[in-house]
C-alpha cells in the first residue's frame, strides 16, 4: 500500500472516535484495504479522464483509491472528482486528502457540502442543470454509502419519489441516484448491505438496478463482522460493480474471509443463476460455489406454497399496539400469545417465564387477530447471530393447549389455509424441510441477513404436496429421536 493511502487509512483510525453524528448520518468509513480492492474493479480501458462521484466521500478513502490506481497505473493524467460530504468534520479532511494528488494529475475538484439526496434530485430536475442535460454525467462512481432506514414521511422519501425512486434505506437511495447520474456504460463500485437481495420493501430498488445496470462483480466477505470490524459492524456486506446501459453478461463471483483479501477466490456464473427466470420478486441470488445448487440437484422441488395449497402470512398480532390486551400469565377471558421463543422442535413451552407476556385478552377489537387452534408451521421472522440456521421453524400442534383460538405475535411467520389450521403431516412435512441443512444453504444463497420475510418463503421453492406428507409422517412418527442428521438424511430420501 502507498504512502499515501496508509496516511488516509491512519486518518480515518484518528478520525473515527470524533463523529458526533455517526448513527444520525449512518457512517462507516472505509478501510484503505477494502477501498484499493474496490477500485481495482473498473474496467482499465475505460480510466481515461475519469468523471469520478463519491457521494458521501467521508475522508476521501475511495476517491484516494481510485486516484492512486490512475496514478500508479498511468492511466490518465488528468481526473475530475466530485465528491458530496455533509459532514464538517469528515470534511476538513477530505480536502485535505483530495490535496495529496494536486501535483501528480491534474485534478478539476467539486466538493458539493450540501445533503446528496437533495443535491441529487434537485440535479436531476433541474433542466438548466450541466447534470439534467445528459451531455455531462459521471463516467465513475465510488461508494461506501450511509446505512439508515429513511421514515416513509420524510423529506428524502418526498424527493426521492420526485424522481421516479422508491426506496427505504440511504444506501439503496445513494445508489439509485448514482445509477441516475452515470453517463451511458459509466461505471459503479459500491460496498453495501446485502439486505437489498430479497424482500419486498427493496424490490422497486431492484428493479431499477436490473433495468439500467448490468451486474458485472459481485464479492462477498464470508465473515459478517469482517468489512468494517473497526465499526463492529454486523450487517453482511457486498461489493458491487455496476456498468450503466450494458448487456448482462455473466457474474464473476468472488469472496474472501476479511478485508485482508488473502483467501480471495473467484467463479464466473450465468445470470439465470443469479436471478432466476420468472421470479416476480426480482431477488439476487449470490452463489459461491461451481457446485450444483440444491434446486438442480432436485429439480422436484419446484413448487410455491401456493401451489402445495397453503399461503403464508406475518403474524398478526402487534405486542406494542395492543398493550392493554397483554397479559403475563393466562387468566379468564384470555388465549395463547406466541412468540418465537414459545417453540422448540416440535414442542411448544407455554406458558414460559419470560419477559413477554405469555396471553392476550380477548374482546371484540382483539378477535379479528386471532386464528381458530390447529395445525401451523411456524417461522422466526428473525434469528439471532448466535444460531446455527437462518431459517428456524416450529410446529403449533392444537392438543398442546386446550383453547379454541391463539394468537400469534409479530415475530412469527405463520402457514396457513385462509387462516386456518392445515394438516398435520403437511405442517410436520415443512416443519422438517425448513429446517433442513440443504434448505438453510439454498436460503442464504438470496438472503444475507437475519430476517425471514413471509415473501421469501412464498418465493422460495418446496417439495411436492405428497412429499412434503410423506416427510410430516415420518416426523409425527419419529419425534422423539429426530436430530438435524436425521432430518438431512431423511429429506435426501424422499426428495
Request: hydrophobic share 40%; aromatic share 10%.
Amino acid at each position: 500500500m502507498t504512502q499515501i493511502l496508509e496516511s488516509v487509512d491512519k486518518e480515518r483510525l484518528a478520525v473515527n472516535p470524533l463523529l458526533k453524528n455517526k448513527s444520525e448520518l449512518g457512517q462507516f468509513l472505509t478501510p484503505s484495504s477494502v477501498a484499493k480492492f474496490m477500485a481495482s474493479l473498473f474496467d482499465k480501458k475505460l480510466m481515461s479522464d475519469p468523471k469520478i462521484l463519491d457521494a458521501g466521500a467521508g475522508i476521501g478513502s475511495l476517491t484516494s483509491a481510485f486516484l492512486e490506481r490512475i496514478v500508479s497505473e498511468n492511466l490518465s493524467d488528468r481526473a475530475s472528482v466530485t465528491v458530496v460530504e455533509i459532514d464538517e468534520v469528515l470534511r476538513s479532511r477530505l480536502i485535505r486528502t483530495l490535496g495529496l494528488f494536486e501535483n501528480k494529475l491534474k485534478l478539476d475538484k467539486q466538493i458539493i457540502t450540501e445533503d446528496f439526496i437533495e443535491w441529487a434530485t434537485n440535479a436531476l430536475l433541474d433542466e438548466n442543470s450541466l447534470l439534467a442535460s445528459s451531455k455531462i454525467r459521471f463516467s465513475h462512481a465510488i461508494l461506501n454509502p450511509p446505512y439508515k432506514k429513511i421514515a416513509s414521511s420524510s423529506r428524502h422519501r418526498k424527493l426521492l419519489r420526485g424522481v421516479g425512486i422508491e426506496t427505504v434505506n440511504l444506501y439503496s437511495a445513494f445508489v439509485a441516484l448514482t445509477i441516475e447520474l452515470m453517463e451511458e456504460h459509466g461505471q459503479i463500485v459500491a460496498i453495501i448491505p446485502r439486505s437489498f437481495c430479497n424482500g419486498p420493501y427493496f424490490r422497486p430498488f431492484r428493479q431499477l438496478l436490473l433495468e439500467k445496470t448490468a451486474i458485472k462483480h459481485v464479492h462477498l466477505f464470508d465473515s459478517r463482522d469482517k468489512a468494517f470490524k473497526d465499526d463492529e459492524v454486523l450487517q453482511e456486506n457486498v461489493i458491487m460493480l455496476l456498468e450503466r446501459g450494458a448487456s448482462q453478461t455473466e457474474v464473476k463471483v468472488t469472496t474472501s474471509r476479511d478485508d485482508s483479501f488473502a483467501d480471495y477466490e473467484e467463479n464466473c456464473y450465468p445470470f439465470e443463476k443469479i436471478v432466476q427466470p420468472n421470479d416476480s420478486e426480482l431477488f439476487i441470488h449470490i452463489p459461491t460455489s461451481n457446485d450444483l445448487s440444491f434446486i438442480e440437484r432436485f429439480p422436484s422441488v419446484h413448487y410455491s406454497l401456493k401451489e402445495i395449497g397453503v399461503e403464508v402470512s406475518t403474524g398478526p398480532v402487534v405486542d406494542f399496539r395492543v398493550k392493554g390486551h397483554l397479559r403475563n400469565m393466562p387468566e379468564e377471558g384470555t388465549v395463547p400469545l406466541f412468540y418465537p421463543n414459545h417453540f422448540v422442535g416440535t414442542s411448544i413451552e407455554w406458558p414460559k417465564v419470560m419477559k413477554k407476556p405469555n396471553a392476550v385478552f380477548v374482546d371484540d377489537t382483539m378477535k379479528k387477530w386471532l386464528y381458530p387452534n390447529g395445525y401451523y408451521t411456524v417461522v422466526k421472522r428473525f434469528s439471532s447471530k448466535e444460531e446455527k440456521r437462518r431459517i428456524v421453524a416450529g410446529v403449533l400442534t392444537p392438543e398442546s393447549i386446550n383453547y379454541s383460538e391463539v394468537g400469534f405475535e409479530n415475530g412469527l411467520n405463520v402457514i396457513h389455509y385462509k387462516k386456518q389450521g392445515i394438516p398435520a403431516e403437511l405442517a410436520f412435512g415443512l416443519y422438517a424441510y425448513l429446517n433442513s441443512t440443504e434448505v438453510d444453504r439454498y436460503f442464504r444463497v438470496f438472503n444475507g441477513h437475519t430476517q425471514v420475510n413471509a415473501t421469501d418463503l412464498r418465493t422460495m421453492k418446496y417439495p411436492s404436496r405428497e412429499k412434503l406428507e410423506k416427510f410430516g409422517r415420518w416426523v409425527m412418527a419419529n419425534s422423539d429421536k429426530i436430530g438435524q442428521e436425521e432430518i438431512d438424511q431423511k429429506l435426501e430420501e424422499i426428495l
